[in-house]
Nanobody
């Protein structure tokens, strides 16, 4: 099983980035996928989730209206489009896969994790 994130980098406040997470080794279409982030000295925070069926998505209040999660089940890839980025969005961003366990909100419910990609928002 592999989850490989890409697309992170340095961006100015107000800018945009699109993160990608390529999955392999499991039935991607059957899993809910989420993006988490973790800033230095802070706990890992759930950013967005997209369910396996129907593409229903949820967002944290801190990113709602600015970030969009999407998935391409044919390509086994989940995306996070981040617009209107703020310095407080600076963190390592992780994608994670959940086969339908629990509420999809707690990190312990996710069986697979990527290695993370750094996003830095700074002028």
């Amino acid at each position: 099983v592999q989850l490989v994130e890409s697309g992170g980098g340095l961006v100015q406040p107000g800018g945009s980035l699109r993160l990608s997470c390529a999955a392999s080794g499991f039935t991607f279409s059957a899993y809910a996928m989420s993006w988490y982030r973790q800033a230095p000295g802070k706990e890992r925070e759930l950013v967005a989730t997209i369910r396996s069926a129907g593409g229903i998505s949820d967002y944290s209040d801190s990113v709602k209206g600015r970030f969009t999660i999407s998935r391409d089940n044919a390509e086994n890839t989940v995306y996070l489009l981040m617009n209107s980025l703020k310095p407080e969005d600076t963190a390592v961003y992780y994608c994670a896969a959940n086969e339908g366990v629990g509420s999809l909100s707690a990190p312990i419910e996710y069986g697979y994790w990527g290695q993370g990609t750094q996003v830095t928002v700074s002028s």
